[in-house]
């Protein structure tokens, strides 16, 4: 029991998923990770709709002026401890979209990202790979108590 | 003696209901092919959920659920002692609004809506329960479940079409397919969560207790078909379990025009139908 209490995060991560700005390829290969062919589910990893109850967000597509204020408000619903997993070269660097007239840039121009996943698109075992990484690192910050702050 | 009692059945209850939704979890990935989670994993859902932080929409809506769970301990409670079924109904009922004001005091529009279609579900299985309790009450005269334990017969012999309007309704109390559209549990979203869309951290894990405790009492009222012989009555309220896991399986959502066509309907058609034979009859079995 003791070792379950030290290791509870890692044991049921619930993502929510957010699409800003994707071509959608990374988000398809996003839902294939919970489909039976690699299933997600096995980790205890659901994909709840709702940022209110879910520990991980998961980020494909790059930041624009429109999209800033929409991730600004599903991450400040997340409750604590939170991470943030962006997905493909776009959210980790604008992609190949870097610099067109509207793209700010990846995901860490907004908020703090804790794993990054690059590709175009990455197979849903890297991302698979880059969730549960983000849950270790979920458990680092519940046992530090250290929050996330927007930059 | 009874505080003994009282507290096994408070200590043991969610054990028996976690375990109920690890089985439900595993065999519904089995049926769709895949591995699934370990069978523990809705307590590993649980102690996740107690440890984060409380995000609330509107400060009294923990309360509400707070309200949810005790209701559904006090009828847990009521259906071990054998005490009066129509009020361990209403007592049932009370919990359940007290959810669905819950769900309307966050303000957001998908748990108003979710709320409205639950209140909805209300309409269509509340007959049924009351069909049910007056199946029983015309069959040994009395709304008291120790009274079944002077019957001579179990109660399915004369109401197999309530036991089969009781198996419809479960699959809307389980709030799985075909009639989940008003919260559906876990992956299948509808209506982002429907009525638990605001709950975080503490307030949804303690939904989630409140579940498993309402599923043993779901099964347990399944049980009192056959509630003489404690085998058979197990097998029926495990048949009735697998039954909506199997169904949820190989159904789509339907709107809530489809619940009122099928349950206003076919399902309290065939209670009543089911009534009347017995009040005709003269059926009696104690």
């Known amino acids: 029991m003791g070792k379950l209490l030290s290791n509870i995060m890692t044991k049921s991560p619930w993502i929510v998923h957010v699409n800003c700005n994707s071509c959608n390829g990374c988000d398809i290969e996003v839902l294939a990770c919970l489909t039976p062919l690699y299933d997600a589910e096995r980790f205890g990893v659901i994909n709840i709709g709702t940022p209110k109850q879910a520990d991980i967000m998961v980020v494909t597509g790059s930041v624009n002026n429109k999209n800033i204020d929409v991730l600004q408000n599903i991450y400040d619903q997340m409750p604590e401890p939170r991470a943030i997993v962006a997905i493909g070269a776009c959210a980790t660097s604008g992609g190949i979209f870097h610099d067109c007239y509207n793209v700010i840039g990846g995901i860490d121009k907004v908020l703090p990202v804790d794993v990054y996943v690059p590709g175009c698109c990455p197979k849903p075992e890297s991302i698979l790979d880059g969730i549960l990484k983000a849950a270790g690192i979920l458990e680092e910050k519940r046992k530090n108590k250290s929050k996330g702050v927007t930059v | ?286």
Not at chain 2, 37 to 42: G, I, S, V
Request: with cysteine; hydrophobic share 55%; glycine share 6%.
């Open chain 2, 1 to 286: 003696m009874i505080v003994l009692k009282i507290i096994l059945i408070i200590i043991l209850t969610p054990i028996v209901g976690c375990l109920l939704a690890g089985i439900d979890r595993k065999l519904t990935a089995r049926l769709q092919n895949r591995v699934g989670p370990p069978l523990l994993q809705p307590f590993y859902d649980f102690l996740k959920l107690m440890s984060k932080e409380n995000i609330v929409a509107n400060k009294n809506q923990n309360t509400y659920i707070l309200i949810y769970f005790m209701f559904i301990i006090t009828s847990i409670l009521m259906l071990f002692l054998q005490m009066d079924l129509l009020m361990i109904i209403f007592v049932y009922t009370v919990a359940n609004v007290a959810l669905i004001i819950g769900g309307m005091s966050t303000g957001s529009p998908y748990a108003k809506i979710g709320s409205h279609r639950e209140m909805m579900s209300m309409l269509s299985y509340e007959p049924v329960l009351i069909f049910f309790i007056i199946g029983m009450y015309m069959l040994t005269g009395s709304f008291n479940i120790s009274n079944l334990n002077y019957a001579t017969k179990p109660l399915i012999i004369y109401l197999p079409l309530i036991f089969i309007s009781m198996l419809f309704i479960m699959s809307v109390k389980f709030k799985k397919s075909p009639f989940d559209f008003s919260a559906s549990h876990h992956a299948h979203q509808e209506l982002v969560k429907g009525i638990f869309t605001e709950f975080s951290g503490p307030g949804m894990g303690l939904i989630e207790l409140t579940h498993w405790y309402e599923y043993v009492f779901l099964l347990g009222l399944m049980f009192m078909f056959w509630k003489q012989n404690i085998i058979i009555g197990l097998i029926i309220s495990i048949f009735a379990f697998l039954f909506v896991i199997v169904v949820d399986n190989i159904t789509a959502r339907l709107t809530w025009q489809w619940l009122f066509k099928i349950t206003w309907t076919i399902v309290i058609g065939l209670s009543i139908i089911n009534l009347l034979i017995v009040y005709f009859m003269k059926l009696k079995i104690v």
